[in-house]
T-cell receptor, first 113, second 119 residues
Framework: AQSVTQLGSHVSVSEGALVLLRCNYS??????LFWYVQYPNQGLQLLLK??????LVKGINGFEAEFKKSETSFHLTKPSAHMSDAAEYFC???????????FGGGTRLMVKP | GAGVSQSPSNKVTEKGKDVELRCDPI?????LYWYRQSLGQGLEFLIY????????KSGLPSDRFSAERTGGSVSTLTIQRTQQEDSAVYLC?????????????????FGNGTRLTVT
């Protein structure tokens, strides 16, 4: 069985500061990992994904994430937060055994001016 | 349209009534998913379709919930005898899902959801 843990349900940063959203997963097989963003009253939008190959993945809006197998982590970062980054972020894992995407509990990012 | 379309966007119903939620996936996407998003509960998997069949119904919370998909396209999620705890946002997603590697690699594309309120 696969699972995802996002540490911190709420994260607050100042505009221009580093954004770090944490995600740890468990999977019995090599995972496929995803980050999604949800703006208010909207569905989820794919930010980036890791499948195979390079462990540092770049996504939209300046976000990137690094797959670290030894730490079973896939943390999301952005060097400089913008007000428009305020949203809820979900980490998700899909393993090779099926098509179900398992989501973490989400992290709400707040950006202070 | 280009994206996943869900209707209605908002639904208010009285306890005990039945409701139907509709999802129109991206054209050509064979896999379709329903998730439920409740305050403080995160995203809860309900059911997954590959074509018209549902190989994984493990997430349906009770026998009041059912879903079908016809023509490999539109899906309907039905909740019978609604209860207040059914209040949530119901999200539909589709992907290129197929057997094999392509399905594992393809991301899900989400609709904007249906906000269900049971009074």
């Amino acid at each position: 069985a696969q699972s995802v843990t996002q540490l911190g349900s709420h994260v607050s940063v100042s505009e221009g500061a580093l954004v770090l959203l944490r995600c740890n997963y468990s999977s019995s097989v090599p995972p496929y990992l995803f980050w999604y963003v949800q703006y208010p009253n909207q569905g989820l939008q794919l930010l980036l994904k890791y499948t195979t190959g390079a462990t540092l993945v770049k996504g939209i809006n300046g976000f990137e994430a690094e797959f670290k197998k030894s730490e079973t982590s896939f943390h999301l970062t952005k060097p400089s937060a913008h007000m428009s980054d305020a949203a809820e972020y979900f980490c998700a894992v899909k393993d090779g055994a099926g098509n179900m995407l398992t989501f973490g509990g989400g992290t709400r990012l707040m950006v202070k001016p | 349209g280009a994206g996943v379309s869900q209707s209605p966007s908002n639904k208010v119903t009285e306890k005990g009534k039945d409701v139907e939620l509709r999802c129109d996936p991206i054209s050509g996407h064979t896999a379709l998913y329903w998730y439920r998003q409740s305050l403080g509960q995160g995203l809860e998997f309900l059911i997954y379709f590959q074509g018209n069949s549902a190989p994984d119904k493990s997430g349906l919370p009770s026998d009041r919930f059912s879903a079908e998909r016809t023509g490999g396209s539109v899906s309907t999620l039905t909740i019978q005898r609604t209860q207040q705890e059914d209040s949530a946002v119901y999200l539909c997603a589709s992907s290129l899902g197929d057997r094999g590697w392509r399905s594992y690699n393809s991301p899900l594309h989400f609709g904007n959801g249906t906000r269900l309120t049971v009074t």
